[in-house]
C-alpha cells in the first residue's frame, strides 16, 4: 500500500455492513479512524465506534476493552502501513539506496501530513503502556527494522559509515519526524510557510542525513 493514497474512508451504516464474518476488527479500526478525522481524539469512543460501523453497542468489547484498545489498534494499522510502504521501497532494485532513503524520507512526511490524526495516536504517548498491546509493540518494530535494513544497504555500498545500523536508522527517523510534525502542527511562522518548497526542504533534510552518514 502507497502511503501518499489517501485513506479517505466511506461512512458505514447498519444497512450496508461492508465486513464478513472475521473482519469486525478491521470495520472497527476503520470506523475509528473516520472518527479521529471527524471529531478528534475527544469524540471517539467505543460507542460512537460502534455506530459509525453499523453494529451494536456491545460487538466492538470482542475486540478492545477500553478506548485505550482502539487507540492501539489505530496506531497499529498506522504502523503496518508505514511498514508496507517501506517495504515497497525496498522491493525497487532498481535503485541506490542512496535514493531510496531520499524517497523514504518524502513518503514518510506526506503520510505524516496525511494523515495527521493517526499520527497523533501513533506518536503523541496517549497510550501510556505500549507493553499491554504485543501486537502493536510487534508492528511498531516491524517498520522499524525495514528502515534499519535501508541502512544497511548503504553501508553495503559504501555510501554509510560502519557505524551501528540502528542508531543511524533512528537518527534518520527523528530528523524526518521532526520535519513532518512542524509542517503538521503548521509551526513555521505564517511568512516562512508562504514561501516554503515543500519538496526541496524534504530534500535538503534527507541531504543533511546522507551527509552525516557519510562521517
Keep these: 500500500m502507497n502511503l501518499n493514497e489517501d485513506r479517505t474512508l466511506p461512512e458505514v451504516t447498519q444497512a450496508t455492513k461492508p465486513y464478513h464474518h472475521g473482519d469486525l476488527w478491521q470495520a472497527l479500526v476503520r470506523a475509528g479512524i473516520e472518527i479521529l478525522r471527524a471529531d478528534g481524539v475527544h469524540g471517539l469512543t467505543l460507542r460512537a465506534v460502534a455506530r459509525r ?26 504502523y503496518h502501513l508505514l511498514a508496507s510502504d517501506l517495504a515497497d521501497l525496498l522491493a525497487m532494485r532498481q535503485q541506490t539506496a542512496t535514493d531510496l532513503l531520499r524517497l523514504a524520507g518524502h513518503r514518510y512526511v506526506q503520510f505524516v501530513l496525511a494523515n495527521p490524526d493517526d499520527v497523533r495516536v501513533m506518536f503523541s504517548g496517549m497510550l501510556v503502556d505500549y507493553d499491554k498491546y504485543p501486537d502493536l509493540c510487534a508492528a511498531s518494530n516491524a517498520a522499524f527494522v525495514l528502515l534499519v535494513e535501508l541502512i544497511t544497504r548503504l ?16 537518527a534518520a527517523w527523528s530528523m524526518m519526524h521532526g520535519l513532518a510534525s512542524l509542517l503538521m502542527e503548521q509551526s513555521f511562522p505564517p511568512e516562512i510557510q508562504a514561501i516554503m518548497d515543500v519538496d526541496a526542504l524534504i530534500d535538503y533534510c534527507a541531504g543533511i542525513v546522507m551527509r552525516g552518514f557519510r562521517g
Design 155 to 170: 553501508q553495503a555500498e559504501h555510501a554509510a559509515i560502519q557505524e551501528d545500523p540502528y542508531r543511524q536508522a533512528l
Design 53 to 78: 460501523a453499523g453494529v451494536s453497542h456491545a460487538a466492538p468489547y470482542r475486540h478492545f476493552a477500553d478506548k485505550e484498545a482502539l487507540l492501539a489498534a489505530i496506531a497499529e494499522d498506522g
